[in-house]
């Protein structure tokens, strides 16, 4: 059941951003706009609720349940960006803004970027490590959250991995920049 709720959960972000994107810039009705692109974040508590009420029911914490906090995590941390992200290449496409921006491509000017970047991975992986830590204290039996312990470890893993693959190699060999 979680990894429906997941599923729709995708689907209903990108739809709810596309349509208030829809309603801002082609439909011209701005506070419709605003009223969507705000209501998106309600999406990260339809997910929330599905997989506390799976947990408080009884089941077994599966990879679902860990890919549900770790998605909420990360839509938390990166979702107010994905948001800007497709709101300026639709403005650019749509509604003759400038066009939209783009991270510098070396020296030390994209080392910060990726700084900053890794900042925001840092924020989804304590935001996902507290739900999945809450989770196995509301579950409270070790036999039914091995798997939310794993995703912590799994989480970890991959921070530490983007850590050296991203931000410390960009400050280590700073590509040129062009310019």
């Known amino acids: 059941m979680v990894l429906a709720v ?39 508590l339809v997910l929330l609720a599905a997989t506390v009420i799976d947990l408080r029911r009884g089941a077994t914490a599966n990879f679902t349940h ?3 906090a770790a998605y909420l995590g990360f839509s938390i941390a990166f979702g107010h960006s994905m948001i800007r992200w497709a709101d300026q290449r639709f403005a650019h496409r749509f509604a003759g803004g400038p066009p939209p921006w783009k991270p510098p491509k070396g020296g030390w000017a994209r080392a910060r970027y990726e700084w900053r970047e890794w900042g925001k991975g840092v924020l989804g992986w ?22 939310l312990l794993a ?25 040129r920049s062009e310019t």
């Open 66 to 68: 860990g890919l549900a």
């Open 126 to 147: 304590a935001v996902a490590c507290a739900l999945l830590g809450g989770g196995i204290l509301m579950v409270d039996d070790a036999s039914r959250t091995g798997e």
């Open 6 to 44: 997941i599923a729709a959960c995708e689907i209903g972000f990108w739809v709810l951003l596309g349509a208030g994107l829809v309603a801002r810039y082609l439909l011209r009705m701005r506070r419709l706009g605003l009223a969507l692109l705000i209501s998106v974040p309600l999406i990260d």
């Open 151 to 175: 995703w912590m470890l799994r989480l970890s893993v991959a921070i530490v991995i983007w850590l050296v693959a991203f931000p410390v190699w960009a400050t280590l060999f700073p590509a």
